[in-house]
């Protein structure tokens, strides 16, 4: 497996696309993961641009837009990144993409899967990458997943600057919204996947007592957001965005839980209610979560230095982190990139993008567990390859 990276910050599409490609012509890619930030305002050109320098039909091409871009050289606000890899034919490539994963995400997602599985006929996918429009219950999506996948699923929501008004999902030439889009990996590859999700709680658990869709109104019989701000001291205002977020447990005081992000209410909508990036489930148990800048910190220190202890050496990452962590981390947002590349020599390439919502398992000593969906989270895909 060879792998190469690149990014751009030329704000023209189509000259940034022909950076990219330029970027990328050495290595021939047989795949590439494309991270554009929303100032692209998802125009094709920035395809157009890429695959004009490469000249090639053959090319797989799977990525989505985030709050900013994470590259080996460089990590910025504004611009793109791209990770190309090229495994000489030892591994193919498969994506499959379905429209209409807002209102209807687990069929949508359940569509890829199967197209997937049909391409796939030497043997099930060893890995799959997935990205989804962030405006959808990801709670359905991850559902579909755990059905269907036959191996783990990483990759995170697509999003914007915060704003949390648009996104955009590629796959090969086209770009789209409300669309979610899967790449299956076929053949022999060496990766392992880390997680990085420590929470700080504040307060006591609550019951939801009322809730729709992705949205709470009651915990403990009270109005969501009273009992979010009674837990934390303080109102909640758009700058906690993200930043506060929801442990949801079957049962009180349970030790692990799935993290959610805390969002305000869209205007014009009941101001005493929550807005989560995924569902709940009946008769969860809520508890207010925070994640102080040294724990961030901290807990990807601790992922880079376990980087060693792999049977095989690293060429390509994928790094999805939230973009709730980009806020808190501030002026050390480069922090996750560094401390991967400082503790990884063998590392050649790596891309990635602050996201809306994570996808990917839990390593256990038998490998994974199923995948999940999560907040909160910095989520690193380490790939090496049987060819290499």
């Not at 795949?31 to 039909?57: A, K, M, N, R």
């Not at 837009?65 to 994470?70: C, H, I, M, R």
């Not at 398992?361 to 994974?368: E, S, V």
Request: glycine share 10%; charged share 20%.
């Amino acid at each position: 497996m060879n792998a190469k990276s690149c990014s751009s910050t030329i704000t023209d599409p189509y000259r940034a696309g022909i950076e990219i490609g330029e970027g990328l012509a050495s290595l021939q890619p047989e795949v590439i993961f494309l991270f554009p930030t929303i100032e692209y305002q998802g125009s094709p050109e920035l395809v157009e641009g890429i695959l004009d320098v490469l000249d090639s039909d053959d090319i797989v091409l799977i990525g989505n837009t985030g709050d900013g871009f994470y590259e080996y050289n460089k990590v910025g606000d504004s611009g793109v990144s791209a990770l190309g890899m090229n495994s000489d034919g030892a591994v193919n490539w498969h994506i499959a993409c379905e429209s209409g994963v807002g209102s209807q995400p687990f069929e949508a997602t359940e569509r890829c899967f199967a197209r997937l599985h049909e391409a796939c006929k030497r043997s099930d996918p060893a890995l799959y990458f997935l990205t989804t429009d962030f405006r959808t219950d990801t709670t359905e999506i991850i559902a579909a997943v755990q059905k269907s996948a036959r191996g783990p699923v990483v990759g995170g929501s697509a999003g914007d600057d915060y704003t949390f008004s648009k996104c955009f999902v590629y796959a090969n030439r086209e770009v789209y919204t409300d669309c979610v889009a899967v790449l299956a990996v076929e053949g022999e590859i060496e990766f392992d996947i880390l997680i990085a999700n420590t929470m700080q709680p504040m307060g006591s658990s609550g019951k939801i007592t009322e809730f729709e869709g992705t949205t709470i109104r009651m915990i403990d019989n009270i109005p969501a957001m009273e009992f979010v701000e009674r837990e934390i001291g303080k109102p909640i205002v758009v700058i906690d965005q993200g930043i506060i977020s929801l442990k949801l447990t079957e049962h009180m005081n349970d030790v692990n839980g799935r993290i959610r992000s805390v969002l305000l209410p869209d205007p014009g909508q009941d101001e005493s209610g929550i807005k989560l990036f995924g569902g709940v489930t009946q008769g969860d148990y809520a508890q207010v979560c925070l994640t102080p800048r040294e724990k961030i910190i901290e807990d990807v220190k601790d992922i880079a230095q376990s980087i060693s202890n792999l049977p095989f050496n690293p060429i390509a990452a994928l790094a999805v982190s939230c973009a709730g962590r980009k806020k808190v981390l501030a002026e050390h947002l480069d922090t996750e990139v560094s401390n991967i590349v400082d503790n990884c020599k063998s590392l050649e390439a790596l891309a990635g993008f602050p996201s809306f919502g994570e996808f990917g398992p839990m390593k256990t000593d038998d490998g994974y567990t199923d995948s999940m969906f999560h907040n909160m989270t910095f989520i690193l895909l380490l790939i090496g390859g049987s060819n290499n």
